[in-house]
C-alpha cells in the first residue's frame, strides 16, 4: 500500500524560505516521477515542479517557481524534498506531494498523492 505524507509547512514572512519533505512508502519506488502540486483557491491543483525517479534525476518547474525552488529525493531516507526560496504571499497554498507514471506536471498523470501540509505566506 503506498504511503506518502507531507511535512514542513507553516506560515513564514514574504522573502523566507521553507522546506516541505514528503516521505514516502517503498512502493513509491516503481514510479517513474515524483512531484509537488499546490491547490490556490482561483487555480485549483497546479504542477510546481517534478523530479524523475529513473536514471539521473532530472527535473521540471513551473515557470512561475524557476530560480526560486529546488526539489530533491533522497533515496536512502525515501523522502521527497522541497526547498521554497524567496516566497511570494502569491506561494500560499496548500501543497500536496505525488507520485505517478508520467513525467509530468500536470496533476491528470499522477496517481499517487499525499494528504497536504498548508504553506501561508504573509506580506
Known amino acids: 500500500q503506498v504511503q506518502l505524507v507531507e511535512s514542513g509547512g507553516g506560515s513564514v514572512q514574504e522573502g523566507k524560505s521553507l522546506t516541505l519533505s514528503c516521505t514516502a512508502s517503498?512502493?513509491?519506488?516503481?514510479?517513474?516521477?515524483m512531484g509537488w502540486f499546490r491547490q490556490v483557491p482561483e487555480k485549483g491543483r497546479e504542477g510546481v515542479a517534478a523530479i524523475g525517479r529513473i536514471g539521473t534525476p532530472i527535473t521540471l518547474y513551473a515557470d512561475s517557481v524557476k530560480g526560486r525552488f529546488a526539489i530533491s529525493q533522497d533515496h536512502a531516507n525515501n523522502t521527497l524534498y522541497l526547498q521554497m526560496n524567496s516566497l511570494h504571499p502569491e506561494g500560499t497554498a496548500m501543497y500536496y506531494c505525488a507520485a505517478g507514471p508520467v513525467y509530468a506536471l500536470t496533476a491528470y498523470y499522477y496517481n499517487y498523492w499525499g494528504q497536504g501540509t498548508q504553506v501561508t505566506v504573509s506580506s
Open positions: 517503498v512502493d513509491i519506488t516503481h514510479t517513474v516521477s
